[in-house]
Structures are given as structure tokens and as C-alpha cells.
């Protein structure tokens, strides 16, 4: 069959366009279909063709635009649709419907195990293992195969190219892998997608690149618009539609201030090389009638880089910092952003991680409309982190026992502990004044969910010193909270069957999605999952997953949990939940290649960082560059200049442009941006011309829900009964809010079971506990190390971390690692003591003291209290009060005798800790010393960070220098600024104020978030 209209009829005789690199492909599109006849109503026998999708609302809408009325508009295609239209009306091609990508995964697995099994051809290795042991070949089978398709790579020419790439690269038959069985493997897909009556995206390529001389057209013209590079098979495509004279081939090109003038496109070369009929050279862009687009053309392409003055270059630490700078440029104009024509504002993000920290950190507080073009990864939600927790607490049971962290990280995750409970109010009181501390909070909020069970179970398993624990345990302790309006034992035994016991006998794929799915209704049904921003897009793109599992012969495959974990992990990590990005107005925010095609007035591209872009090739497991070569394939490294091309095309069409990049932690600003600045400087003729911005660290400003919190009776009350620690002192100096968010509200952060196995504060416990069992033997004696004291202290060490986590057969990999480093310090500790302790009277471990202590106020005392790790007397006499420190933090008081002491702000930088000054206190009352500050010192014993070329400076520092006045110091420094700070504390007129100063300090807060969200 030949074309439907002849070819002496078409009115489309023009020669192919290349316009300047900065014009408006889409503008000039609109305008030249309408050129013969501006009042053309009806342009359906138009067709246009675009690289990718976005485009196509962009040309209705300049067409609607420039006609004023309504109108038939073109039938726009992006190239994957073209190519599918194309391949559904070739021989054959009619019956074929499109398959998913489980389907088609499951198909090229029977495929494989058909080839193995017909003695004609070599068996996969990874056939040995079953469906489990071969998906993540088959996914890359699939990939490759779309590639054969669409470079039109035959079968014949892979047998012929394998033996000639395994010859050139001298591998050897053991070393061959997976190459022998490729050309037979292609093959027979080809068959059985044949077979089946299915597509794949390579085979719709294949089939319409064969076909298309044959093909009819119900199209009067076809334009070929905005593409840069193709493949094989578009080739052949482009060379017979502009042989046919029915195409019209349009693309960007030429001089951008970003590049040496003589430079050129390659692959547009190649593109006008293949195409049929003459090229127009556009220099300007015919788009005088747009109001929202002054000319770019003449004067960006002929300025120097450095004269550009709306350019502008970000550097940031991270992508935080990153849009930290960014709220700078986006702030500026907010207001004036009603109405945004689409072509006004973008944001780029060349991958898709930044999307959310975006919206919440740009949009969220704004009423600026914006709208999402991109495909972001289902394995970025917390959908997915859930389903990967539920996973990993299967993999890590034992005997029926789950690994406690791993339990934890599924209760914690927030669909699930914000599950509903029935009568939440009288449960959450019940479990509070279970949970309560000596220091009992007056005001406990109450959350209607499953959080307070959490919170219970959370502190029973460290109390319990459990890492491994049988469901049945942790429903029998949370029994006693059971009220007949709140069966919470009942409660948690339903969270256990849907999160943990529904997946401890599952064996096939069909049976796991279903179970999987069972999970998510129940968190939409009875939890807050549905109040989180794109939850729906995420929960539809999940359960499509989900249902490709469940249906057809893939669901009767069985495979091990790690099996089916590891199939669902690849499966999620390639889906890609795709945003249309529909009504078109308002901000853009646009994947990378979501902009081809289009331009935009201001353009703000994150992460421009080497990497990302351009992306970062891998090696390809199953066609590496030797057989691509033989193939005929593109060299990866082309992918490179592609997106060079796409880069500087965006930029060369704006009118502002802001590039934000990292450099910190083995991050490079891209080489697309050292060529900006090489650029500039080899036209400016001088280096540095152009400013690099960087993130300013300013305290943010005051926010509504920042004000001060007034000290209530209640308040008042509670201090009554109140003891006064170092850490609460300490909290208050550095944060008056966290203190009252903390102590007054009992929102403490409880002791946790980290998933990172190995806590913070769990180390420091351990080092305590590890230490006093040591020196125990010396309490009340002189210290005498003895020559096996190496052997004792590993001894203790062990027995502490079996107390920690249970038996050493059950600890991880994690746990035993740390172990080795936790001696390794152990050892240095003692060999630096042995030169220093040896001879010292042990007068006390762990000695947990209490006084009361006098305010200037009306003769008014208060409780201080704390806990010594060590007091010991030298051989001088001197008392020492040690206290050991595991963290990285070592705080000590730097106050002189002229030290100013007025107020928190002049206390927090003199003082900075007032632990030791309180240690030195108590101990005087504990021990009844009445010698005199003279005869006391105390020191910070810091065991982080000893190696054996540490010396004792590294692990001590002291509190008193030798020449300090020791009276002067205690008695007027430390003890009026201890009674400063407390009665500010009870002053009923001073607030409890938000100390936002240490950027630092705020990053660690718990309350930063939700309560706080000033630091
Ligand atoms: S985030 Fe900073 S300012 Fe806010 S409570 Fe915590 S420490 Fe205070």
C-alpha cells in the first residue's frame, strides 16, 4: 500500500527547518501551521511528532492562543506513540496488545527455560536457581532487547559479533557469561512475543521501521519536531517519511553563548544527514505576536557569558543548602505570581530524590499553583520503605524470634503506628502512667493511635535488654494495659497477624502480592496514610505492582523471602510513578527531559553535579563496549553529549537562568558548569569572572508559632517536686523551649532499639557499665592493675554486650564489628591508666548523689542531683571526680574569676556545662570532704577516638588548671551562676524562650519538626 494522499497534492513542499538554538520550537510550530491561512479552524490532518509528551499541551495551547476560538487541533504524537501507531497498522501488528513488565519479565524467563530445555542451545546459569535465581537477568534481557529493537540489531548479526567480541577481548570460555546464548535468546523472544500477540517497546520500534514504506497516511503532513539524536530505527523512519515528501523535519540548532562558535552537533548532523530534502537556516525566531517571549536570539548568542548578567551560579554543601538558596531567588517575586503562564517558571530536577524536600521547603507554605511533569521513583516512598521494613524483620526472625530493631522499624514506620486504636484517650492515660519517670510530666498529649503501644513497646524491649523477642512476649506484657474499652494486647496481636505473621509462610509471588496488598488497604482503611502528600499517586502505582504480581502464570512461582524480597526491591526501584503535570499552569517543576522542546523564562536547575548530570554510565553487566561495538550500538559516552545539547538548548532559550550544584563529601559541580566558567574566562581573558554564590547561615526568623511559652500555675506546680540534673541545666542553657518540651512535657526521646543496631546512647551505657564491673574489685581499695587486666576487661565487655544483645551466636554482623572496635579503645583506655591510676584510692563508682541547694531568693532551696562515674584519690591527696564520655562532644567550662555571669545568654558561653561544677558540689556533700575547693579537681575522661599512639592528653581534660584560683572559680563563678540559672527557670515571668542560635544543636533536636519548627 502506498500513501493515502498523493504525493503531488501535499501542500507540504517546504524544506526542513533548523532555528536558532534560543527560539521557541513551539511558538514557531504554532505559527507556521497557520501561516498559508491565519483563520484555519480544522488542522486534524496535521501531525506532529515530539521526542516526548509534555510538548504536545504546550503547542494546543499556543494554537488556541493564536486562533482566538476553538479549533480541531493536530494529532500530536510523542515518538514512542508514533512508533506504536505505526507498528499497529503494519502486517501483523493489529492483534498485538501491550504487555506490563511482569508479564513480559515472566515471558522471557519461560523463553530462557525453553531454550535450555530444547538441547539446541546453551543453558543460562542462572536458570539453575528457578524464577529467583534468574529475574534480575530477566529485567536486564528486557532492557537489552528494547535496545536490539530499537537500533534494529538482527539476530543473524548478534551470532556473528559475539564470537568476534569474545576473540577480541581474549575472554576465555569460562569468562564468557551470558554472551553465547544471546543470539538464540533473541530469537525465540522475538517468536513468542510473536506468539503471544504481545509488544514490547523494541519490538513496536522494529516492526514499524520495517513497515513503513508500506504503510498508509491519513495525515496531509507530518512534522518531525524538537528531536536531537536517533536511533536505528527512527532513522529509517525520518529517511522514508521525508523521501515520501510527506515529513517536515524541525529542530534547534547553532550558536549558544555557551560553546565556541565552531563547535557542531554531531548527531544533528548525523539527523539532517538521514533526512530526504533541503534545510532552512533560520537566524531569527518568528515570534513577534507572543506578548510573554521578547527576543532572545540577538542578544544572548552574541554577548560574553560574563556580561550576562541573569545568570547566576549556586554552590551548596548539599541539596538543603541547595534550596536553602533557592527559597532566596523563589521569595523574591512570590507575590507578583498569580496567573503564571506556563513558559514563565521552572524548576529542573535532573533526578528525582529533590522532590519532595522541593514542594515541602518551596511550595508548601505558598499558594502558588505548581504543577509536576516527571516520573519519580516508587522506591522513594514511604509505601515502599514499608514494605522493605516488613521484608527485612522476615529475613532477620530466628527460631520464630524477630530481631527487635527490625520489629521496631515496622512499628515505627508512620502508617503503621498511626494506626487508630479504639478508645485512644484512656489507653494513652493508662500507658503514661506506666511509662512515668520519678520527674512525672503534667501534661502527656494524647495521640489516637497506635504510637503510645510503640512508645510502651519500645522502652519494655530496652528495659528487657531484648534483641530478639516472639510476638507472644510483647503481647503478653502490653496485657496488663487491657481495658474492656481498649483491648490493647487484642490490638497489637491484629498489627502482628497483617505486618509480620501474614508473611512467615508465604512461598509464591501471587501469595505475596496478595498479603502485600491485604497490608496497604488495612493502613488506608485504619490509618493516616491518605493525609500524606501524593499518597494516592504512590498507593496506585504500588497496587498496579502489585497486581501484575498477582495475576497470570508469574504468580504460581515460588521463591524463597530473600527471593521474593529481592524480585520486589528491582521491580519497585524500576517503576516510576509518572506526574502528567496537568492543568498546565503555574510553576513547572520538570524532570531533566521533560523540558525538551520547551522553553521558560526563568529556569532554576538543581543537583547540576558530575554524576547526575550528566548521569553517571554503568557497566553493563550483560553488553559491555566490546560486543556494543560489534553490534553497531551507540558508544554510552554519546549519551553525554545529548544531554550537553539539552542543557545548553534550556539555557540558551531563558532570560534568567540559576544553577545550583554541591561540592562536599566527593561531590564535583558538573562538567557542563566548568565549561560555563572555562567559556567566560577564555572570552573575558582572565580566570575568576565569574560569582559563585553560596548558602548564607543566618538564624530564619521568628515564626508565628514560635512565641515564647508563659509559665503557667501548673508549671509553677510541677517545679515544686522538680530535681534539678547537669543534662536539664545544660538543656535549658542552650534551649529554654527543648527544656520545656523535655522535662515539663515529658516528651523525652526514650531509649531506643536503633535499626542501626548500635545506639548512641547505648554505647555510652555499655562503656559505664563495662568500666564500674572492671574497677569494682578496687572499690574502697588502692588500684593495682594486675598483668592479666587485658583479659578482665574482655571478659567484661563481652558478658555487658551479651547483656545487651542476647547470646553471641545471635549477633550481627554489625554488632561484632563494633566489638572490636569498642576493645580497641577499651585497650588504649587501660594502657594509658595503668601509667596514671595506678596507686589511687578507688573512693567511689557510679555514686548517685542528691542536695538541696540555696537560692539568693528568699532563703528558697531546690533538689540538685547526679551521678558520679568515678571519684578517686592521687597520690598527693587530691580528689578527683571523673566522669567518662563516649561521644564526640567534650563541654567544659572555660569561666575564669572575671568571668560575666549575668544572664543565660553571658552564662551559656562562660559556663557552657554545668556538669562538672555540680559534680564537684556533690561530691564535697556526698563524701563530707570540708577540705576545701583546693583539694579537688575533675576531669572528662573521653574515650572516643584512642589509638595506640594516643597519649594521656587525649584522654583527659581537666577541669582546673594548676594555677587557677580553685575558691575564686567555685565560689564565685560557678555556684551564683547555678543559682542564676535556676531561679530564671522558676521565674514565673520569664518564658520558656526558642534558642535557635546553634544550627548544630537544632539539627539534633527531637522537637525540630513538629513542635519546634523554628531551628
Ligand atoms: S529546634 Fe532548636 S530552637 Fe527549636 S526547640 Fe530544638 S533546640 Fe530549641
Not at 334 to 347: I, N
Request: net charge negative.
Amino acid at each position: 500500500m502506498k500513501a493515502k494522499f498523493p504525493i503531488s497534492n501535499f501542500q507540504f513542499q517546504h524544506s526542513h527547518a533548523s532555528l536558532p538554538l534560543d527560539s521557541s520550537l513551539i511558538g514557531w510550530l504554532a505559527e507556521d501551521m497557520l501561516v498559508r491561512d491565519p483563520e484555519e479552524r480544522d488542522l486534524s490532518r496535521i501531525a506532529v511528532v515530539f521526542p516526548g509528551r509534555r510538548p504536545a499541551l504546550y503547542l494546543r495551547r499556543e494554537l488556541g492562543r493564536l486562533i482566538g476560538g476553538p479549533f480541531h487541533p493536530p494529532q500530536i504524537f510523542d515518538i514512542d506513540s508514533f512508533m506504536a501507531y505505526m507498528a499497529g497498522k503494519s502486517p501483523g501488528g493489529s492483534d498485538r496488545r501491550e504487555a506490563g513488565q511482569v508479564e513480559l519479565l515472566h515471558l522471557v524467563y519461560t523463553t530462557a527455560r525453553g531454550l535450555g530445555a530444547d538441547g539446541e542451545h546453551l543453558s543460562l546459569p542462572a536458570m539453575a536457581s528457578g524464577f529467583e535465581g534468574f529475574f534480575f537477568w530477566g529485567l536486564k534481557f528486557l532492557d537489552l532487547f528494547d535496545e536490539f529493537g530499537t537500533e534494529l540489531v538482527p539476530p543473524a548479526l548478534i551470532k556473528q559479533a559475539v564470537p568476534a567480541a569474545l576473540a577480541d577481548a581474549g575472554i576465555t570460555e569460562e569468562a564468557r557469561g551470558l554472551w553465547p546464548i544471546l543470539p538464540g535468546l533473541y530469537s525465540k523472544w522475538l517468536d513468542t512475543l510473536a506468539g503471544n500477540s504481545l509488544w514490547s517497546r523494541g519490538e513496536k520500534y522494529r516492526i514499524a521501521a520495517e513497515h513503513i514504506d508500506g504503510l498508509e497516511w491519513p495525515f496531509s503532513q507530518i512534522y518531525l519536531a524538537g528531536f536531537a539524536a536517533l536511533n536505528q530505527a527512527e532513522e529509517k523512519v525520518f529517511s522514508a517519511l521525508t523521501r515520501l515528501g510527506i515529513a517536515r523535519v524541525v529542530v534547534q540548532d547553532g550558536p549558544s553563548p555557551w560553546r565556541t562558535s565552531d563547535a557542531k552537533w554531531k548527531h544533528l548532523e548525523r539527523l539532517r544527514y538521514v533526512c530526504h530534502g533541503t534545510w532552512d537556516f533560520k537566524n531569527t525566531r518568528p515570534l513577534a505576536t507572543d506578548p510573554h517571549r521578547p527576543t532572545q536570539t540577538d542578544q544572548s548568542t552574541n554577548q560574553p557569558i560574563n556580561q550576562l548578567t541573569n545568570f547566576f551560579f549556586h554552590q551548596g554543601f548539599d541539596l538543603h543548602s541547595q534550596i536553602q538558596m533557592a527559597e532566596d531567588v523563589f521569595a523574591r517575586d512570590l507575590k507578583s505570581q498569580g496567573g503564571l503562564a506556563p513558559d514563565q517558571e521552572a524548576v529542573v530536577l535532573p533526578r528525582p530524590e529533590p522532590l519532595i524536600p522541593v514542594l515541602s521547603r518551596l511550595f508548601e507554605d505558598t499558594a502558588v499553583p505548581y504543577n509536576i511533569s516527571m516520573g519519580y521513583p516508587l522506591e522513594r516512598t514511604a509505601l515502599a520503605q514499608l514494605l522493605d521494613s516488613t521484608f527485612e524483620a522476615q529475613e532477620g526472625r530466628v527460631d520464630g524470634k524477630y530481631y527487635a530493631p527490625h520489629y521496631l522499624a515496622v512499628l515505627r514506620h508512620p502508617y503503621i503506628k498511626n494506626i487508630q486504636l479504639h478508645s485512644p484517650l484512656t489507653s494513652n492515660h493508662q500507658i503514661t502512667k506506666f511509662l512515668a519517670t520519678p520527674n512525672q510530666p503534667i501534661n502527656q498529649s494524647t495521640i489516637p493511635s497506635l504510637r503510645s503501644v510503640v512508645h510502651f513497646l519500645e522502652v519494655w524491649l530496652v528495659r528487657e535488654k531484648r534483641s530478639f523477642v516472639r510476638l507472644e512476649e510483647l503481647e503478653k506484657a502490653i496485657a496488663h494495659l487491657d481495658e474492656e474499652d481498649f483491648p490493647a494486647s487484642q490490638f497489637l496481636s491484629h498489627v502482628h497477624q497483617m505486618c509480620f505473621m501474614a508473611f512467615e509462610k508465604l512461598k509464591k509471588v501471587g501469595e505475596l502480592a496478595t498479603v502485600l496488598k491485604r497490608l496497604l488497604e488495612w493502613t488506608v482503611e485504619y490509618g493516616t496514610a491518605t493525609g500524606y502528600p501524593l499518597t494516592g499517586e504512590f498507593m496506585t502505582a504500588m497496587v498496579g505492582l502489585l497486581e501484575e504480581l498477582e495475576a497470570g502464570p508469574v504468580a504460581e512461582e515460588t521463591a524463597s523471602v530473600p527471593g521474593l524480597h529481592s524480585l520486589f526491591g528491582h521491580l519497585v526501584r524500576q517503576t516510576r510513578i509518572p506526574f502528567q503535570g496537568i492543568p498546565l499552569e503555574g510553576f513547572q517543576i520538570l524532570g531533566f527531559l521533560e523540558t525538551r522542546c520547551l522553553n521558560f523564562q526563568r529556569v532554576m536547575i538543581f543537583d547540576v553535579n558530575e554524576g547526575v548530570l550528566p548521569p553517571e554510565t554503568r557497566p553493563d553487566p550483560i553488553l559491555p563496549p566490546d560486543l556494543r561495538r560489534h553490534l553497531g550500538l551507540p558508544d554510552k559516552k554519546q549519551a553525554v553529549e545529548i544531554s550537553r545539547y539539552h542543557f545548553q538548548r534550556l539555557l540558551a532559550g531563558a532570560e534568567e537562568v540559576h544553577l545550583f550544584f554541591s561540592e562536599d563529601k566527593g561531590q564535583v559541580k558538573s562538567r557542563f558548569i566548568e565549561e560555563l566558567i572555562w567559556e567566560a574566562e577564555k572570552q573575558a581573558g582572565r580566570r575568576g569572572v565569574i560569582p559563585i554564590h553560596s548558602p548564607v547561615m543566618v538564624p530564619r526568623p521568628r515564626i508565628p508559632s514560635a512565641f515564647p511559652v508563659k509559665k503557667t500555675p501548673q508549671i509553677m506546680i510541677f517545679f515544686s517536686s522538680f530535681t534539678f540534673s547537669a543534662t536539664a541545666l545544660d538543656t535549658y542553657l542552650s534551649c529554654p523551649f527543648r527544656f520545656y518540651a523535655k522535662y515539663i512535657l515529658g516528651l523525652d526521646v526514650p531509649d531506643t532499639i536503633d535499626r542501626d543496631e548500635i545506639d548512641p546512647l547505648l554505647v555510652g551505657n555499655l562503656v559505664h557499665n563495662i568500666l564500674r564491673e572492671f574497677y569494682l574489685p578496687w572499690l574502697n581499695k588502692v588500684i593495682q592493675f594486675e598483668a592479666d587486666c587485658d583479659n578482665d576487661l574482655v571478659t567484661k565487655s563481652d558478658m555487658a554486650l551479651e547483656g545487651i544483645f542476647g547470646p553471641r551466636a545471635e549477633w550481627s554482623g554489625g554488632v561484632r564489628l563494633f566489638r572490636e572496635v569498642l576493645l580497641y579503645r577499651l585497650k588504649n583506655f587501660l594502657r594509658l591508666e595503668r601509667e596514671h591510676a595506678q596507686g589511687h584510692l578507688l573512693m567511689g563508682l557510679e555514686v548517685p548523689c542528691k542536695m538541696d541547694f540555696n537560692l539568693e531568693e528568699s532563703g528558697r532551696k531546690v533538689r540538685i542531683k547526679g551521678v558520679l562515674d568515678r571519684v578517686e584519690k592521687d597520690k598527693k591527696g587530691l580528689v578527683w571526680v571523673i566522669d567518662y564520655k563516649t561521644g564526640s562532644k567534650i563541654k567544659l567550662p572555660g569561666a575564669t574569676v572575671t568571668s560575666k555571669i549575668s544572664d543565660r545568654e553571658a552564662i551559656k558561653q562562660e559556663i557552657v556545662s554545668f556538669q562538672l561544677p555540680m559534680y564537684l558540689l556533690l561530691c564535697d556533700q556526698h563524701y563530707g570532704l570540708g577540705s576545701g575547693w583546693p583539694g579537688m579537681n575533675a576531669a572528662l575522661y573521653g574515650l572516643r577516638g584512642l589509638a595506640d599512639s594516643s597519649n594521656l592528653n587525649a584522654l583527659q581534660t581537666i577541669l582546673f588548671k594548676q594555677d587557677d584560683s580553685r575558691d575564686g572559680i567555685v565560689e564565685g563563678i560557678y555556684v551564683p551562676a547555678l543559682k542564676t540559672i535556676i531561679e530564671e527557670i522558676l521565674d514565673p515571668e520569664t518564658p520558656f524562650a526558642h534558642d535557635p542560635s546553634d544550627f548544630g544543636y537544632c539539627r539534633t533536636c527531637p522537637y525540630s519538626r513538629r513542635l519546634c519548627k523554628v531551628g
